[in-house]
């Protein structure tokens, strides 16, 4: 069977029909497909070929954490399947895209950028308390809901470790948001590299660029054009030494302390 056919039967067992493309990565594509009784109600609809073991692992990887989550700022799975070679995972769908496109569409200001920030920190807490690590938090997982709070998504990569003190060895984010150490070949701490990537996340918020330097702080200055308390994050995420670099508790403490956000708007749980 082709790979629109295996697509159309995936779809037509949920009685969607299938609308424009959202996105695509390197094993498959998510697209936006409607309710054949209704077509006002969406859902974004993640194809992912298995082809290969990797993909398989993956997908099955990804649906066993999602239908495990649940905190308001990590992406909701409606539901999933498979046919032979593909998988299908139904998601809300989040009309106002992802923080990529926002970067280059219109400039962030501080409370709101931050307000990003802190969001996707609150679903760093809460996964990193279950031992879980994302692996790849950037701009293009992060989806804006209608309230413009920011949802974690794409759960392809994320491990679970088996306590807080574990280490790994490799690690397979987006080149350009891996942290410094992973080039020392030296065991690493994979919640202090999820942060490192959160860092660079909020780097380009800040300078809307599309360029990422191996050292994001040296190519600033050191942020030294950032006015506080943006600065304080910034040279705190992306320090180049893991033990310095703070966990997700500690952004979320240094947000109360500094009134940024009330404890009532921090959900980790």
Known sequence: ??????????????????GPRLGRGGSGEVVLASAKHDPSLKVAVKMVSLKRKSGETDF??????????????IL????????????FILMTYYQ?????SLIWSEPLKGRRMLG?????????EYLHNRYIYHQDVKPLNILLDNQDRAILGDFGHAKQARDSSAKVR????????????????RPMCPFKLDMYSLGVTMWLLV?????????PLAAKDYCRKVREPYRRILLQLLHKDPNQRWRAADLMRFSVWNSLRAPSQLTTR
Request: aromatic fraction near 10%; glycine fraction near 6%.
């Open 76 to 87: 909701k799975m409606i539901a999933f399947a498979c046919v032979p070679q593909h998988g």
């Open 207 to 215: 300078y809307r660029t599309h360029t990422i330097h191996p050292d």
């Open 96 to 100: 106002n895209g992802t923080l990529s």
């Open 60 to 73: 099955f990887n990804e649906v066993s954490f999602l239908r495990e989550l649940r905190h308001p700022h």
């Open 1 to 18: 069977m082709k790979t629109v056919d295996q697509q159309n039967v995936l779809l037509d067992t949920f009685n969607l029909v299938r």
């Open 116 to 124: 990003h920030v802190l969001d996707v920190t609150c679903a760093l």
């Open 170 to 185: 490799e690690w397979v984010s987006t080149p350009g948001f891996y942290g410094p150490e992973t080039r020392k070949g």
